[in-house]
T-cell receptor
Framework: AQSVSQHNHHVILSEAASLELGCNYS??????LFWYVQYPGQHLQLLLK??????LVKGIKGFEAEFIKSKFSFNLRKPSVQWSDTAEYFC?????????????FGGGTRLMVKP | DTAVSQTPKYLVTQMGNDKSIKCEQN?????MYWYKQDSKKFLKIMFS???????INETVPNRFSPKSPDKAHLNLHINSLELGDSAVYFC??????????????FGPGTRLLVL
């Protein structure tokens, strides 16, 4: 079964610091990759996605992620975080062998940005 | 316009009761899902459903059952509620049940508390 690991459970940064959140998955075949964000008390919103093509994908709010197939990774980055980026971030994978088109989520990373 | 909506937003109930959560999507999608987010923020798929097929995550107790009156709605029925059912339940939708390059869109979540 596919699995997704997010190594950082809690991250605390000051405003303007750079951010990188790690995400690794276990499936060796074709995958769709996603980062979702959950602001406090709100629902999941899509930040960015990778299906195919350029492994560096850009999302909303200045976020980007790089798919490195050899490392089974899809790390999320932002050059300069803002206080408003305080949220929970979830990496998700949908593997091509996956019955039911189900997303597998990582455990989430809670980001706190200090003003 | 809200793409995926859920009611109620909050649900507080006693152990042993039977309850339902409603989900509606206005995206014209054929496939809908239910996910459970526990107190540690872990998100896990419960069901994938379209009008031809229901795929159930094997870990889901049979007290949980999805009901779909039409393709725009997928309600979640829970019988004999237990304390461990307390969680946030998210509905999602996409066009296809089979794997393809597409995104799932999530509802705002229903926070269930079982006392």
């Amino acid at each position: 079964a596919q699995s997704v690991s997010q190594h950082n459970h809690h991250v605390i940064l000051s405003e303007a610091a750079s951010l990188e959140l790690g995400c690794n998955y276990s499936y060796g075949g074709t995958v769709n990759l996603f980062w979702y964000v959950q602001y406090p008390g709100q629902h999941l919103q899509l930040l960015l996605k990778y299906f195919s093509g350029d492994p560096l994908v850009k999302g909303i709010k200045g976020f980007e992620a790089e798919f490195i197939k050899s490392k089974f990774s899809f790390n999320l980055r932002k050059p300069s975080v803002q206080w408003s980026d305080t949220a929970e971030y979830f990496c998700a994978v949908n593997a091509a062998n996956n019955a039911g088109n189900m997303l597998t989520f990582g455990g989430g990373t809670r980001l706190m940005v200090k003003p | 316009d809200t793409a995926v909506s859920q009611t109620p937003k909050y649900l507080v109930t006693q152990m042993g009761n039977d309850k339902s959560i409603k989900c509606e999507q206005n995206l014209g999608h054929d496939t809908m899902y239910w996910y459970k987010q526990d107190s540690k923020k872990f998100l896990k798929i419960m069901f994938s459903y379209n009008n031809k097929e229901l795929i159930i995550n094997e870990t889901v107790p049979n007290r949980f059952s999805p009901k779909s009156p039409d393709k725009a709605h997928l309600n979640l029925h829970i019988n004999s509620l237990e304390l461990g059912d307390s969680a946030v339940y998210f509905c999602a939708s996409s066009q296809f049940l089979e794997w393809t390059e597409e995104t799932q869109y999530f509802g705002p979540g229903t926070r269930l508390l079982v006392l």
